[in-house]
């Protein structure tokens, strides 16, 4: 979308519940703004009932992504962050049946309709909803309380409509906030401020952070990510059954898992047996995604294996001692910012190479760090996954984050470990920039069809049937 408000991982990692970060996390954190509107103005006492309209990627898509749950959950002053995942079905069984959202001061009618507008886009981007507020007077009348319209724009932020006209084509932060030492732009200038003070892009990215947050922060915010991630690796890989919805996917890391462990006895297999792990790793933080869990945002949902996956495999099998897991979230951070201030992380405006061939660009570069490689080295795996992402499309059956997603997040992490194993065999010159690469995935994400920006309308969406039952 083109700005960040801080050089921060806190602009990239969150903390949330799956499926999507823009179709579940995002409405569900707009949903949860409106109310506290209400709150702020003292109107919530006079709100009478509110009525939902999704436009775009988030009305065609919304239904698969659960963004109609997440919407009410929202309205129900439940945060992503925080939100216990095992009480999500008991408060959306207490809406549909009392038709009433509860709040601690007050019960809002709500009759459970969400209006998905399917061929109607708002101006700015595709994932709108705008939600409208009214009281009712003592003999019927109603009138308008609020109204908002905000847009999901990935990895779980929202902007108002207000906020997103000011920051529409802007590079830069917005006027007004807080620049830090480091406020690069670009690839390049991040290289420049590295090569001038003799620092690796984590320890850029450290002073950074150090501007905004004490130390102590920052490192309970990375710990309690990293400890979300590998929960949810772990978790994934003991979970059987099947993924919700009509594809009816198995569940296969426990399976995966169950047959690695057994090699490992036998002393059987070859030599590529850690790939195995590492598709492991992925597909069990994806498939938690995928069921609903509390996953973190890296930078999406949807992408949200990939880069747990490559720290994990760092940590297990290149020796990774603690406190590693700081520097890899920090140079990663890094590198999303390069992706989030001048292209974009979201499906719906670039399609999966905004997603997917972020996080594995991420995952590479952060992962070269860790491996001693230099910036140069650094940014050059960085651009290499993305490179080998370019024009990767959004086409999830039955718009759901399974297929292709689940395994598209284990191949992501796989590139990430070649990209950096492939820089680091290298001196770190090469011919494309991440720069020039960070722009040619915008203008093919501008180029591509909306048919493949996460609106189930084209490739595998479309030529696979699903039979609903
Ligand atoms: S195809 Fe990629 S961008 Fe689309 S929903 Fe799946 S992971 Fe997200």
Same mark, same amino acid.
């Given at each position: 979308?083109?700005a960040i408000s801080k050089w921060s991982f806190l602009e990239l990692?969150?903390?949330?519940? /799956? ?35 999704? #436009? ?30 095992? =009480? ?21 009618? #709500? ?6 507008? #399917? ?29 908002? &319209?905000?847009?999901? &724009?990935? /990895? ?15 590079? /830069?932060p917005p006027?007004?906030i807080k620049i830090p030492? %480091?406020p #690069? ?23 950074n952070e150090?501007f905004y947050h ?11 990510? %990293? ?85 994990? %495999? %760092? ?18 951070t890094?590198?999303?910012l390069?992706?989030k ?12 190479? /905004? ?10 570069? =952060? ?33 759901? &984050? ?7 997040? =284990? ?49 595998? =969406?479309?030529? &696979? ?5």
């Amino acid at each position: 979308m083109g700005a960040i408000s801080k050089w921060s991982f806190l602009e990239l990692f969150h903390i949330g519940i /799956g499926p999507s970060s823009s179709h579940t996390v995002g409405p569900m954190k707009a949903a949860k703004d409106f109310m506290e509107k209400h709150l702020q103005q003292a109107k919530i006492k006079k709100l009478s009932f509110i009525t939902v309209e999704l #436009f775009g990627s988030l009305a065609l898509t919304g239904k698969g992504h659960g963004t109609d749950k997440a919407i009410l959950l929202g309205l129900s002053m439940e945060d992503p962050e925080t939100i216990n995942p095992n =009480a999500i079905e008991t408060i959306l069984e207490h809406i549909k049946t009392s038709k009433k959202i509860e709040l601690p001061s007050c019960g809002i009618s #709500f009759n459970g309709e969400i209006q998905f507008n #399917f061929n109607r886009q708002l101006k700015h981007h595709p994932n709108g909803v705008k939600f409208t507020s009214y009281s009712t007077d003592s003999r019927g009348a109603k009138k308008i309380l609020l109204e908002q &319209v905000y847009f999901s &724009v990935g /990895g779980g932020t929202i902007l108002t409509e207000e906020e997103i006209k000011k920051l529409n084509g802007r590079k /830069g932060p917005p006027e007004g906030i807080k620049i830090p030492p %480091y406020p #690069f732009l670009t690839g390049d200038e991040l290289l420049r401020m590295c090569r001038e003070t003799k620092k690796k892009i984590s320890e850029v990215m450290m002073e950074n952070e150090l501007f905004y947050h004490s130390r102590e922060e920052v490192t309970t915010a990375i710990e309690k990510r %990293y400890r979300v991630m590998q929960e949810c690796i772990n978790r994934g890989m003991n979970q059987e059954g099947q993924l919700p919805g009509p594809l009816k996917v198995k569940k296969r890391a426990k399976d995966l898992k169950r047959r690695l462990v057994d090699a490992l006895q036998n002393q059987r297999g070859e030599n590529l047996r850690t790939l195995d792990w590492v598709n492991l790793f992925a597909i069990s933080v994806n498939e938690e995604n995928a069921s609903g869990s509390k996953v973190v945002t890296a930078p999406t949902n949807g992408a949200s294996g990939i880069i747990p996956a490559t720290l994990r %495999y %760092y940590m297990e099998f290149c020796d990774g001692q603690p406190g590693d897991e700081e520097t890899f979230i920090l140079t990663a951070t890094a590198i999303g910012l390069l992706y989030k201030m001048n292209a974009s992380i979201s499906g719906a405006e670039v399609g999966c190479q /905004g997603e997917v061939g972020v996080a594995s660009s991420m995952a590479a570069g =952060a992962l070269c760090e860790l491996l001693g490689g230099t910036p140069l080295q650094v940014e050059n795996a960085a651009e290499i996954a993305m490179e080998h992402h370019l024009g990767l499309t959004c086409d999830p059956i039955a718009g759901l &984050v399974q297929i292709p997603c689940i395994e598209r997040n =284990a191949m992501g992490a796989v590139k990430a470990i070649n990209a950096a194993r492939m820089s680091l065999m290298g001196d770190g010159e090469h011919v494309v920039s991440l720069d020039k690469v960070i722009k040619t995935m915008k203008k093919t994400g501008d180029d591509m069809l909306n048919s493949y920006k996460e609106t189930s309308k084209g490739g595998l =969406a479309i030529h &696979v049937n699903v039979t609903e039952c």
